[in-house]
């Protein structure tokens, strides 16, 4: 009988040239995954509200860093760079997360949020200087239940023994206002306004003098404004260094009663019981460093010149990365940036370009002008740049 089964012959092996290719293929395919790898890990500074971390992890952007390092971030949380940006290993990420406080500002109260941690900061994120405002806490006190009650800078007419004085104060009262102009009342003077009253800007206020046993009065004395140059200031601005206050003088009068109604008095003596105190104004003189021509400015010199300005406005690190993220969506650090359609210019987006002549004459073309003035507008308006960058994120300007 014949032999069914089928004899199993081994494949030939393919060819020695077409095994090495395959073998290069797998191998290129190796390296490609393994420098995707490395490249996607991350191991990146974080500042979470004030604290510093170390967030490894595979992330393209700032979010997925933050959701790989389980770090959860709402609306209203400052987050620079922002979400969107691009990270790398060398990046410096900030992340403040906001709470709601009750703030009443010159008696009107409102709920806001607020990235801060402490009085002073949360006043500089609404835009005051708390250099110019009263406060009902102090400045380091931490951010709390309490309402944070805010009197900001306020002129007062305060008409008194013949003369109107113009009082500059911060006081939430007519009480404080008065205070601060060093004005005294005497027992029976009369006061056109409640004493607890709110003092807001432009308030006039009369106060009716009361001959104290119709023998003697207290009167002010205006105090003079003196203005010194100062060599640490840009030109164009001018800083109040010491608050002016009247003075008083005591004088006595000899009166003329008839039928018990004073009909006529003559000054007897006057006396200064108290000086007034000369108001003191520092006014800039200092010219802001010349420009190189303008197609010689690149974003990284003009950062380079802003980084050398914030020490004199005590900003640190984090609050340059704020500045950079703010100008880079403004300008792109561009000098001679111009918008179109509202005519700001400039690396700070200045509305209208030319209010930034009171620094130099050169603002069109000078870098160091437009960050000079710039970093003033930051300052006075907002307090730091995180401030200000917060405040564009939520509302797309500054």
């Known amino acids: 009988m014949s032999d069914h ?213 207290v009167e002010s004395i205006p105090f003079e404004i003196q203005q010194v140059d100062d060599g640490t200031l840009p030109k164009g601005t001018t800083k109040v260094v010491t608050a002016g206050k009247a003075g008083q003088r005591t004088t006595t009068y000899q009166l003329q009663v008839v039928a018990g109604v004073v009909v006529g008095r003559t000054a007897v003596s006057s006396v200064v019981t108290k000086d007034p105190v000369a108001q003191v104004e520092h006014v800039g003189t200092a010219e802001v460093p010349v420009a190189p021509p303008v197609g010689n400015v690149d974003p990284g010199s003009a950062q380079a010149i802003a980084q050398s300005m914030m020490a004199s406005h005590g900003w640190d690190d984090a609050q340059f990365a704020c500045l950079v993220a703010l100008w880079n969506r403004e300008s792109g650090w561009n000098v001679s940036s111009e918008n179109k359609s509202s005519g700001a210019y400039g690396i700070p987006q200045a509305l209208p370009g030319s209010k930034m002549g009171s620094v130099a004459a050169d603002w069109r073309t000078n870098p160091a002008t437009q960050i000079t003035w710039g970093l003033g507008y930051i300052d006075g308006r907002y307090g730091t740049p995180c401030s200000a960058y917060q405040h564009l994120q939520s509302s797309g300007w500054y």
């Open 5 to 217: 089964r089928r004899s199993h012959r081994a494949q030939p092996a393919a060819p020695r040239p077409l095994r090495l290719a395959v073998q290069g293929l797998v191998l290129v395919g190796v390296v490609a995954s393994t420098s995707a790898f490395t490249l996607l890990h991350k191991s990146v500074d974080v500042q979470v509200d004030g604290a510093n971390l170390k967030v490894e992890g595979f992330a393209r952007t700032v979010g997925d860093l933050l959701a790989a390092g389980d770090i959860a971030v709402g609306e209203h949380d400052l987050v620079v760079p922002a979400l969107g940006q691009p990270v790398s290993s060398r990046s410096q990420v900030v992340v403040r997360h906001a709470v709601q406080i009750q703030v009443e500002i010159d008696g009107t109260r409102q709920t806001v949020w607020t990235t801060a941690s402490s009085v002073g900061e949360a006043v500089d994120e609404l835009g005051l200087r708390d250099t110019d405002v009263r406060l009902s806490a102090s400045r380091s006190d931490a951010v709390g239940r309490d309402v944070l009650r805010v009197s900001t800078p306020k002129v007062v007419h305060v008409a008194v023994d013949g003369q109107t004085l113009d009082a500059s104060t911060n006081g939430g009262t007519v009480r404080d206002a008065l205070k601060d102009v060093g004005l005294v009342l005497n027992d029976g003077d009369q006061v056109s306004v409640p004493l607890d009253a709110d003092a807001v800007d432009g308030l006039v206020v009369v106060v009716t003098r009361a001959a104290s046993g119709g023998e003697s009065s």
